[in-house]
């Protein structure tokens, strides 16, 4: 859900202001075997290249087959 609406609020104007938020959210999912909704939002926001900083063992096959 906040994923959503992040990804709904992203535009020019409050990129700065939301990308913690984002980096903070993408943690938290790749933590929780949340892979999909972080790869979501990183997509709808054009931001995938984050992604790396937060796969490891454990979640990096689960990423790879969802993209």
């Not at 906040?2 to 980096?23: F, K, S």
């Not at 990183?42 to 790396?52: A, G, Q």
């Amino acid at each position: 859900q906040l994923e959503g609406e992040i990804a709904e609020e992203w535009n020019i104007e409050n990129m700065n202001i939301l990308m913690p938020l984002v980096r903070d959210v993408v943690a938290f999912d790749m933590q929780h075997s949340a892979e999909i909704q972080a790869c979501d939002l990183l997509m709808e926001i054009d931001r995938l290249d984050l992604l790396t900083q937060h796969m490891d063992q454990s979640n990096y096959p689960r990423v790879c087959l969802y993209l």
